[in-house]
């Protein structure tokens, strides 16, 4: 999921828990946009929106047992571009 495209943060966090009662991980970033690309002139969301998100995220992952540290493969085992394992 990615962040600072234009979503409320409610809807990132609604969207989250419906992904972890799922048993989905729900791998939240934030926006890093590329230069030359045709978002380069988005803003990346403030670290205290992220810090904020990820603080709601980890609280739906730690009530549905669903955790990174579960995951085999992939971003959401090698963390990749987001802090949200540092919050579970």
């Known amino acids: 999921m990615i962040a600072g495209l234009g979503e409320s943060d ?10 972890a009662e799922l048993g989905v ?9 590329i230069p030359g690309s045709l978002l380069e002139k ?5 670290p205290d929106r992220m810090r ?7 609280e739906i992952l730690r ?6 540290k579960k ?10 571009c987001s802090a949200l394992p540092d919050f579970e």
């Open 10 to 19: 409610e809807s990132i966090i609604s969207g989250s828990k419906l992904l």
């Open 25 to 33: 991980y729900p791998f939240v970033v934030p926006l890093r946009p």
């Open 42 to 46: 988005e803003k990346s969301p403030s």
């Open 52 to 58: 904020a998100i990820y603080e709601h995220v980890a």
């Open 63 to 68: 009530d549905t047992g669903v955790s990174q």
């Open 71 to 80: 995951n085999k493969a992939g971003y959401v085992r090698c963390r990749a």
